[in-house]
């Protein structure tokens, strides 16, 4: 069982930066795939970036390639989106998730393990 909860969220201008973390807690954090996704109101779940167990492979959906950044910090059971460039279309509640197993997937249905969320808003 993992545990996870995140924080960081908030109110942004267009242009400016947030950094979202998800604390993780439970059996063998550092043996999961983490993701994060986004929810924008009325709309499905998506998916934004994903890291390997090892952080050493990272995938992200096209519209934040060169925005946005995922890590993960093994050692304190972090993860992290480092979120530059933010745009009015990046509002959302965002979500960490965690899988087990080595795949980076982006559908939802494929992680075991969700957060709360953070909202994150984007004023033009």
């Known amino acids: 069982q993992v545990q996870l909860v995140e924080s960081g969220g908030g109110l942004v201008q267009t242009g400016g930066s947030l950094r979202l973390s998800c604390a993780a807690s439970?059996?063998?954090?550092?043996?999961?795939?983490m993701g994060w996704f986004r929810q924008a109101p009325g709309k499905e779940r998506k998916f934004v970036a994903a890291?390997?167990?090892?952080?050493?492979?990272?995938y992200y959906v096209d519209s934040v390639k060169g925005r946005f950044t995922i890590s993960r910090d093994n050692a304190k059971n972090m993860v992290y989106l480092q979120m530059n460039s933010l745009k009015p279309e990046d509002t959302a509640v965002y979500y960490c998730?965690?899988?087990?197993?080595?795949?980076?997937?982006?559908?939802?249905?494929?992680?075991?393990?969700w957060g709360q969320g953070t909202q994150v808003t984007v004023s033009s």
């Open positions: 890291i390997s167990w090892s952080g050493g492979s990272t």
């Open positions: 439970g059996r063998a954090f550092s043996s999961h795939t």
């Open positions: 998730a965690a899988r087990r197993g080595t795949a980076l997937y982006e559908g939802p249905d494929e992680y075991d393990y």
